[in-house]
Each structure stands twice: as structure tokens, then as C-alpha cells.
């Protein structure tokens, strides 16, 4: 989303113009700004979480066959009887 710097050239468009137009103007491209950068912070948010999320589970998965194979090795024995 780089609406930010069209946003940001329209205000200084509204603030440099030689004939002052309405406020409305400039108060709805500050408001655009405002908006477009909070969805872009909400948005970009979301989607570093699940890719964090992502990541662990792949680190899971990746490392789980070496945990299985090491409880394997580790796991108790039964105990052999000698006949004699």
C-alpha cells in the first residue's frame, strides 16, 4: 500500500496552492493519510504474526523427527531375564 506519498503530495498540493480552496479538502487528505497508514499498520501486523506463526510450525515439524528419535534412544528398556 504506498498510498502515502499521493496522500502526502495532495495536502501539500492544498496547502501550496496560491487560492486557498475549502478546508474540507485539506482536512480530507489528512484524513485519507491518517486512514491509509492506520490499514497499512493493522494489515502489515497481521501478516508479520502469521508468518511468525507459521514459521514456529515449520520449526516444529522440522525438528520433530529428531526429538522422536532421540526419546527413542532414551526411552527405558525392558529388562532381560538370563535363564540359568
Given at each position: 500500500?504506498?498510498?502515502?506519498?499521493?496522500?502526502?503530495?495532495?495536502?501539500?498540493?492544498?496547502?501550496?496552492?496560491?487560492?486557498?480552496?475549502?478546508v474540507?479538502?485539506?482536512?480530507?487528505?489528512?484524513?485519507?493519510?491518517?486512514?491509509a497508514?492506520?490499514?497499512?499498520?493493522?494489515?502489515?501486523?497481521?501478516?508479520?504474526?502469521?508468518?511468525?506463526?507459521?514459521?514456529?510450525?515449520?520449526?516444529?515439524?522440522?525438528s520433530?523427527?529428531?526429538?522422536?528419535?532421540?526419546?527413542?534412544?532414551?526411552?527405558?528398556?525392558?529388562?532381560?531375564?538370563?535363564?540359568?
Open positions: 500500500m504506498y498510498t502515502g506519498p499521493l496522500l502526502i503530495q495532495a495536502f501539500v498540493k492544498y496547502a501550496s496552492a496560491p487560492n486557498r480552496p475549502p474540507w479538502e485539506g482536512v480530507r487528505a489528512v484524513l485519507a493519510l491518517l486512514l497508514k492506520l490499514l497499512e499498520a493493522l494489515l502489515l501486523h497481521q501478516f508479520l504474526f502469521h508468518s511468525q506463526q507459521l514459521g514456529m510450525k515449520i520449526e516444529e515439524l522440522s520433530l523427527p529428531f526429538f522422536r528419535s532421540l526419546s527413542g534412544c532414551l526411552a527405558p528398556r525392558g529388562r532381560s531375564t538370563a535363564s540359568g
